[in-house]
């Protein structure tokens, strides 16, 4: 026994001397002085960034839907335009809204309810008809939202007139005018829900999100870097990919993409991408940048090959960015027309995924799974 | 010298000792399990593990294991669940061991994704119980005259557990000699960095000191536990740090029951007095077992020399084979943390952080089309987080893939993988050969060559 204590002994030993040789190493001394301010991130994250873009959703869904009642009480080009542009302006906002997916999102179920596309114009044109539905079930949740007023407001092959017509003189106006004033309404509902979800005078939400700062599942971090990697990966698998035919052996499927009847699928990939490196970076819309998980990887000196993994994800941001801005035109048209071009697209947002996915979660120490569960 | 030696091992091995510390084993450890799967099934995981997925990935050479339909899985775990209590209660104690052994490790064998080094711990420990005399004394079975009280036996069925729990501490910490652990204390750095919040001592968590600390404490400690629990002077205090070491793992990192079934099971190691004051003190708790037991005479275990001899046998061959396993990775060339070639069932315990995304690619060779897998078709987040990182395991969900191809009708359909992994936060990078056709390939034992070699940088 003796023996074996005398062996422990010189293992301790042998680990104090290493533990100081190794003290040596420049860059194994820079430990940080003090620990990273997760909170302050939480902070900015929450009171730069998410509370503003729900409070700019919900503005451009008020004017969304007043929009929305001017064009129904009298369907003329003129209200469709003023329509069709509101419609725009807050399927963009949307971008900037729907990684936040917890919380009052979670419980409002936003991306189902709102952004589920392609959606299903038989069914919508059935519903519609029929003139009796309920909107509220999981079967619903691909004839509503931004992609059904996508469908009614600008078709398929259909001009202005064509669709002016169908809220006034179609023998099915009248219902149609009812179904496009339930759907919106819905979003608008919804975007104050979740406004008021956060507010601190309201659901305060905001309060929850900046007091769990640990990194375990169901934290703030855990939940955001979880929707973080999850979001990104709807925009290159839903938004890119598919349309792209990536899921369908190379065959373009253009009708797949976002927006496919207005067209401005890629504006609004563009969007969702800048929302996302705001994430990242803590940056607010008006390029106030705080702190974020760039500075967190910073902190902990997360490395990525000879480089900072910070520097290794900004970098691939901007290529992403830049891939994504050179797809000209629809892209239901630039996949069966330019699909190299998208492809160069498809081809960064994988690269950032795995950046995102694999590389910062593993160095942040969060888990990526939507079930809490042991490890060994 | 060694013949003297040897000669007084085999006299301190058979010497008759008080049974207390096996029994209180077979309560202890039947009281864990049945905490264990009352955890599991109040957290949802039984729907969230078994119900959900739509496949599984079965260990090699245990394709045949079916997985029940819901009713048949909540079945199977309330037989997991009543089992151990039995064990507990050491009732019809002969068969309760045998179904908890069965029961347990077919929930086990289901899905390799929940592989745990403490499940197999589990798993392997049952089936010793099922040969031990555990439940023949301060037992339901005594207490119904169901069978005769024993209460001594050879020291050497003790051993049997004890040597089971060495075996784990001793080579969890072999394990641990390994430059990233030693020298870069990873992963360590990366664990223990989000804990900075903890109460107390959290400032400290991001400490890169506290991370080599506690890398080389952890080797220490698992290294020679079980000696400092086998001597009688250092006893106490090896106890008190295996609390310590336990509530720290607990509290640091997910890791379930663990610490808890490790922190009782360690009792194992102290002599038959100290169980025999915890059993009476059970006792005047549970006066049902008190009566016609307060005065014992004793009564020493005796087996037929056949049996003895086989069962002497059956452990010595458990026993090998306990430490050639973790040795089998020397047969496979490359970085076993990162090829996994040889990594299970070794008590490599919360040892690499390792993290991956794979995108399968499918090719029709008749059309000359290819395009991705859309993953979340078939796997559940967790799955796939797990087979991101195991070789075996995307050759499985290649394999499974191809028939899914060709149900829809393509001829040779071609799968394969772009899958980036980065192992204790040295960067991402591919991990299997991206041109390998997986569906010309077949799990083996043989060196899966497809597997890309890791260059450090």
Redesign the interface.
Known sequence: MKKKISICLSLVCLSLFFSRCDKKKPEEEASPESSFDKSGMLANIGDNLIIPAYADFNTSADSFQLSANAFISNPSHGSLDVLQSAFTKCYKKYQWISTYEFGPAETEFIRNSMNVFPCDTIEINSKIAAANYDLSTIADIDVKGFPAVDYLLFGHHLNDTAIVSLFSTDANASNRKTYLSTIISEIKNKAGIIYAGWQPNGGNYISVFKNSTGSDVGSSIGLLVNQLCYDLELLKNARIAIPLGKRSLGVPLPEKSEAFYSGISVSLASEHLNSLENVYLGRSKQNVDGLGFDNYLNHIDARYFSGTLDAAIKSKFSAAKSKLSLITGRLSDAVISNPATVDAAYMELQQLVVLLKVDMTSALGVSITYVDNDGD | MITQRISNLRSRLTEQVHIAPLSLFRVLFGLMMFASVLRFWL?G?IT??YVKPQFFFKYYGFEWVEVPNEQGLYFLFALVAISSLFVMLGLFYRISSVAFFLSFTYVELLDKTNY???YYFVSIVALLMIFLPAGKYFSLDVRLRLTQKITHVQRWLIVVIQLQLGIVYFFAGLAKLNYDW??NAQPLR??L?????MPVI??L?????LA??FS?FG??YD??IP??LL?KR?RYFAYATVIAFHVLTAIL??????PYVMIVSTLIFFPAQFHLKIIAILRSIFTFFKSGESDEPSVALVFRPTVKKILISLFVIHFIFQVIIPFRFLLYPGNLFWTEQGFRFSWR???I?????A?FH?R?PD?N??????MNNYL???QE?MM?TQPDMILQYARFLEKKYEETGMRDPQITVES???LN????RLFINRYVDLTRINDSFTNKWWILPLEE?
Request: hydrophobic share 45%.
């Open positions: 957290k995981w969230e593990l745990l080094n403490h030693l020298i990366i664990w960095q989000p804990h900075t919040d959290g400032f968590m991001d400490k890169i000191w080599y600390f080389w080797a220490v290294l020679t000696f400092f001597n250092t990192f997910p890791i379930g029951m663990f315990v919360m040892l952080e390792k993290a991956g995304k995108f499918v029709d059309s089309r290819e395009g991705e897998v859309m559940t987040p967790n987080k991101a980036y992994v980065t936060g040295k960067g991402s940088k």
